[in-house]
C-alpha cells in the first residue's frame, strides 16, 4: 500500500517570498491533515479535511496560510508571504475517518523542510 | 486546555536494556493515543495505536500501556538496540473525528 506522498522535499526561499507544499493521501483516506513541526517541537496542527470541506482550521495563520483540497483527494498549502518563524517540517497525515471520526489511526508523510532565510 | 507532556526530553541507554518513555495528558476523556517513531529528517512512523477502551498494546519488541485515570501511557522497549535510536512522540485524539495532539517528544540514543 503506497503511504502519503509528499513534494518537495526541501525548499529555500527568501522572506516575503511565497511556496506552496502538496501532498497525496493513502487511497480512500477520507480525512487530511497539515502539520507545522517547529525544531525540538511536537507537531502542530494547521488545518484537518474531511473530504474536501475544512473541520479545523483554528490554528492556521489565514493571513498568510491557505490551503485547500479540491475533489477530496490531493491537498496544497501555500504560504505568502513567508516568514523567518516559518521555518519548519511541514507535514502531512490522512486516516481513514468515516462514522463518527471512527479508524483515526493516522499515517504521515515524509515531510517538507521549509528554510526562509 | 488539552496538552501533552513527554519527560525526559532525552535519554540515553546501553544496548540490551530495557527502558521505559513516559507519556502525560491532561483530561483522562480521550478518544485513542497513538505512539510515533521520527528518525532524524524524516517523517512519523506510526508504532502503536491504543483506544480508550484498551489498557494495552504489543508489537515486537514494544508495549504500550494506557492508564486514563491517572492521565498517563508508557511505551516500554525491550532489549533495546542502537537502531531504536530515534525520537519517540506521544499523540491523543480525545473527540472522534478530531486530530491529534502531539506531546514534544522523548529522544533516545542507544549506544553499543
Given at each position: 500500500e503506497a503511504g502519503v506522498a509528499q513534494s518537495p522535499r526541501y525548499k529555500i526561499i527568501e522572506k516575503r517570498q511565497s511556496v506552496a507544499f502538496w501532498c497525496n493521501p493513502i487511497s480512500g483516506h477520507a480525512t487530511l491533515y497539515w502539520y507545522q513541526q517547529i525544531l525540538g517541537q511536537g507537531p502542530k496542527l494547521l488545518i484537518q479535511f474531511q473530504n474536501n470541506g475544512v473541520?479545523?482550521?483554528?490554528?492556521?495563520?489565514k493571513d498568510r496560510f491557505s490551503a485547500e483540497r479540491l475533489k477530496g483527494v490531493d491537498s496544497t498549502l501555500k504560504i505568502?508571504?513567508?516568514?523567518?518563524?516559518?521555518s519548519a517540517v511541514y507535514l502531512c497525515a490522512s486516516s481513514m475517518g468515516g462514522v463518527q471520526g471512527a479508524n483515526t489511526e493516522a499515517f504521515f508523510g515524509q515531510g517538507t523542510r521549509l528554510t526562509v532565510v | 486546555k488539552q496538552e501533552v507532556t513527554q519527560i525526559p526530553a532525552a535519554l540515553s541507554v546501553p544496548e540490551g536494556e530495557n527502558l521505559v518513555l513516559n507519556c502525560s495528558f491532561t483530561d483522562?476523556?480521550?478518544y485513542n493515543l497513538q505512539w510515533f517513531r521520527q528518525d532524524p529528517g524524516k517523517g512519523l512512523t506510526s508504532l502503536l495505536l491504543i483506544q480508550s477502551s484498551q489498557r494495552e498494546q504489543t508489537s515486537g519488541r514494544l508495549n504500550a500501556s494506557l492508564d486514563k485515570s491517572s492521565g498517563r501511557s508508557t511505551l516500554y522497549i525491550a532489549?533495546?538496540?542502537?537502531?531504536?535510536?530515534a525520537t519517540y512522540l506521544c499523540a491523543v485524539t480525545w473527540q472522534a473525528g478530531t486530530a491529534l495532539i502531539f506531546g514534544k517528544g522523548t529522544t533516545l540514543s542507544v549506544s553499543s
Open positions: 473541520v479545523d482550521d483554528s490554528q492556521l495563520p505568502q508571504p513567508a516568514k523567518l518563524e516559518d | 483522562s476523556a480521550i532489549a533495546s538496540q542502537p537502531g531504536d535510536s
